[in-house]
Each structure stands twice: as C-alpha cells, then as structure tokens.
T-cell receptor
Framework: DTAVSQTPKYLVTQMGNDKSIKCEQNLGHDTMYWYKQDSKKFLKIMFSYNNKELIINETVPNRFSPKSPDKAHLNLHINSLELGDSAVYFC???????????????FGPGTRLTVL | AQSVTQLGSHVSVSEGALVLLRCNYSSSVPPYLFWYVQYPNQGLQLLLKYTSAATLVKGINGFEAEFKKSETSFHLTKPSAHMSDAAEYFCAVSDRAGTASKLTFGTGTRLQVTL
C-alpha cells in the first residue's frame, strides 16, 4: 500500500546515456513534484505538475523532461547524462489544487542516480 | 523569495536529553513552515507544519515547534531524545506558485543521538 513509489531505486549509468525514472502515487492527489538532492543533502525542486499540466519549472536544463501520462504518474526522462546529474531524485505528491501552500507533500523513497 | 536557514549542520545529544534544532525564516508574507525528517536511505516524512493557526505545533514522535514571528524562528524541539531519532531534519517554507506550491528547504541538520 505504498503511497508514492519510484522505480528504480538505484540507477548506475554512463555519461551520455538517456535514462528514465518513474513515479506513481495512489493517494488520489492532483499535484506531483520532482526534487533533486545533491551529495550535500541539499534539496531543490525541479518540476511540479497539477493534473498533468506543468506548473513549476525551476530553470532545469532542458535535458530533463518530465512527463505526466495521467495525474497518478510523473516520470522524469534525462537525456545525455552528465557527471553532475548524479544525485538522489525524489518524487512527491500533494492535494494542492489551489496552490495555497498548506498541504503536506508526500515523498517517495528516492532514486539514487550515479553517472560514471 | 522565501527562504529558511538551519543553524548547525550537525547536532549531537545524549539519549534522554533535550533536542533543539534551529530554523529561521525569511519571508515578506506570512509563511507556511514545515519540518521533515529523513531517515537513512529513505524519503522525507512530515514531522509537523505551521499554517497560521496555533503558534505551537505538535507533530509526530513527540516533536513540536513554535512559530515566533518576532524572532522569525520555527525551532524544532523534543524533550527527550531517543536513539531512533537519529536522522537528517529539514526545515522548509512553502511558496505559492499558481495551482501548486513548492517547498524551499534549508540545508538540513543531522541529529546524532548517543548513549
């Protein structure tokens, strides 16, 4: 009965490859997010989707492309991977249709991406 | 833009001692503030949040935090630390953004609990 799940948990790949990370939530939420946590544990938002519509894009390189096939899924595709992309990527969701900022965000377990 | 600052990247306490993790915010509007905990190799879990109701907020696992506007602070406390409290703690402020909101996190505080 996992609320927010991500696959894979670990991803090791070579520079220049293209990879995808999948996220699914079964909470019935309308809003989903991608966050990046770097090696110093700093967390920063990358994207947010509300009901399949892109709401937040935090100046992320266009090698990163989120895709939301439905409101329960938000996938992250990364082209031409670089060493600096190595990080832990977290998916989150919230019931925050009005952007009030009060709703809790529920996080997935993370995907540790290592680019060699 | 709103931001939070966490003082002390690493805090060590003895089991049974008071836990105090500091967070100060910067905001031009009344902020919504959150504390999340991250256990090793896991995602983030909400401990508590302040959304302009009571200034003293009680959360899970015996944690609480008090919103002090005059000090622009939202420090996290627990009267008696337990070994299971060892984790990374993040303070965050919520920015409204259209029909979504985004969390801006502090740099985190690692809590170590010793016997």
């Amino acid at each position: 009965d996992t609320a927010v799940s991500q696959t894979p948990k670990y991803l090791v790949t070579q520079m220049g490859n293209d990879k995808s990370i999948k996220c699914e939530q079964n909470l019935g939420h309308d809003t989903m997010y991608w966050y990046k946590q770097d090696s110093k544990k700093f967390l920063k938002i990358m994207f947010s989707y509300n009901n399949k519509e892109l709401i937040i894009n935090e100046t992320v390189p266009n090698r990163f492309s989120p895709k939301s096939p439905d409101k329960a899924h938000l996938n992250l595709h990364i082209n031409s991977l670089e060493l600096g992309d190595s990080a832990v990527y977290f998916c989150a969701s919230s019931q925050d249709t009005r952007g009030l900022g009060t709703d809790t965000q529920y996080f997935g377990p993370g995907t540790r991406l290592t680019v060699l | 833009a709103q931001s939070v600052t966490q003082l002390g990247s690493h805090v060590s306490v003895s089991e049974g001692a008071l836990v105090l993790l500091r967070c100060n915010y910067s905001s031009s509007v009344p902020p919504y503030l959150f504390w999340y905990v991250q256990y090793p190799n896991q995602g983030l879990q909400l401990l508590l949040k302040y959304t302009s109701a009571a200034t003293l907020v009680k959360g899970i696992n015996g944690f609480e935090a008090e919103f002090k506007k005059s000090e622009t602070s939202f420090h996290l406390t627990k009267p008696s630390a337990h070994m299971s409290d060892a984790a990374e703690y993040f303070c965050a402020v919520s920015d409204r953004a259209g029909t979504a909101s985004k969390l801006t996190f502090g740099t985190g505080t690692r809590l170590q609990v010793t016997l």
